[in-house]
């Protein structure tokens, strides 16, 4: 089990920056692939970004159209930590912003709700215009 707790969900200014923190527990984070969704109201649940683990000591980034050049996602297996920084935010970016966590190894793009395996309960991001 995985157990994934989001964090830094606020309201901002169009224009303005948020950095999303997920800290994971319960399996060797460094062996977790990990991603961020979002899920505004009355729309389906989207990727986002995603740091994927190959298996060894790579981990590859991956990020949607929307967000490229403006967010960035990171980890610091250390802290057992993924983050999402969100810079140039716009009012379409408001959403529920959810942490995935996959644990067992597998290739993929890590940009589909069913790669994940785990979930956390979402935090709140609004941005106003």
């Known amino acids: 089990q995985v157990q994934l707790v989001e964090s830094g969900g606020g309201l901002v200014q169009a224009g303005g920056s948020l950095r999303l923190s997920c800290a994971a527990s319960?399996?060797?984070?460094?062996?977790?692939?990990m991603g961020w969704f979002r899920q505004a109201p009355g729309k389906e649940r989207e990727f986002v970004a995603a740091?994927?683990?190959?298996?060894?000591?790579?981990?590859?980034?991956s990020y949607a159209d929307s967000v490229k050049g403006r967010f960035t996602i990171s980890r610091d297996n250390a802290k057992n930590t993924v983050y999402l920084q969100m810079n140039s935010l716009k009012p379409e970016d408001t959403a529920i912003y959810y942490c995935?966590?996959?644990?067992?190894?597998?290739?993929?793009?890590?940009?589909?709700?069913?790669?994940?395996?785990?979930w956390g309960q979402g935090t709140q991001v609004t941005v106003s215009s």
């Open positions: 995935a966590a996959r644990a067992t190894y597998r290739s993929g793009t890590y940009s589909l709700i069913h790669e994940y395996e785990y």
């Open positions: 319960g399996r060797i984070f460094r062996e977790l692939s």
């Open positions: 740091s994927s683990w190959n298996g060894g000591s790579i981990y590859y980034v």
